[in-house]
């Protein structure tokens, strides 16, 4: 079975630019979960969807960041505009039910 | 919000040693997982512990979630090259707002000399 896909697995972008991140979760998984590792933060979780629902985003660090799930598989979080503050690995993660939180490859995005 | 301590930051360590890393927070948790993460990928689960005072093994590993619902710790008996990577401990909780979610550590950094 596929796992979590997550692309790009690299983004190198400028400040002010929009960037898009993609994740396809497990199929047959009900729950998404976005997070950003840092070395100074660590593993932070920024939102997650039940059945494409957003049920919690207060981990969304500002309006810069948006998160969508138009369909039960596939999720977008955005970052517009971008800045260097942004730059870290953001990860995906699916589960069934509030069972093992299966995690993406991570996307690992610069901002110069 | 809550918060993991999660000890030792790096262990540099010679094959064949057994490792003990642990997590440590003012918050109760009501489940305690251990992860591994290799260079870059993402997190794996390796352990979930769901009763305090539970005691699960996984191969040469073990883990207890401790007895005040506040700690955890991993043991890795006779560690191997394989071993090496970032181990995180997360524990899961319950907001006020009736969402659950995980707080993570900051990871211990494992290698493994050979």
């Known amino acids: 079975d596929a796992g979590v896909i997550q692309s790009p697995r690299h983004e190198v972008t400028e400040m002010g630019q929009e960037v898009t991140l993609r994740c396809k979760p497990i199929s047959g998984h009900d729950y998404l979960f976005w997070y950003r590792q840092t070395m100074m933060r660590g593993l932070e979780l920024l939102i997650y969807f039940n059945n494409n629902v957003p049920i919690d985003d207060s981990g969304m660090p500002e309006d810069r960041f948006s998160a969508k799930m138009p369909n039960a598989s596939f999720s977008t979080l955005k970052i517009q505009p971008s800045e260097p503050r942004d730059s870290a690995v953001y990860f995906c993660a699916s589960s069934r039910a509030r069972g093992t939180q299966y995690f993406g490859p991570g996307t690992r995005l610069l901002v110069l | 919000g809550q918060q993991l301590n999660q000890s030792p930051q790096s262990m540099f360590i010679q094959e064949g040693e057994d490792v003990s890393m642990n997590c440590t927070s003012s918050?109760?948790?009501?489940?305690w997982l251990w992860y591994k993460q290799d260079p870059g990928e993402g997190p794996v689960l390796l352990i979930a512990?769901?009763?305090?005072?539970e005691l699960t093994s996984n191969g040469r590993l073990t883990a207890q979630f401790g007895i005040t619902r506040k700690d955890s710790f991993l043991n890795i008996s006779a560690s191997i090259p394989s071993d090496v990577g970032i181990y995180f401990c997360a524990g899961r909780y319950l907001t006020q707002g009736g969402s659950e979610k995980l707080v993570f550590g900051k990871g211990t950094k494992l290698t493994v000399n050979p």
């Open positions: 512990l769901y009763k305090a005072g």
């Open positions: 918050s109760i948790f009501n489940t």
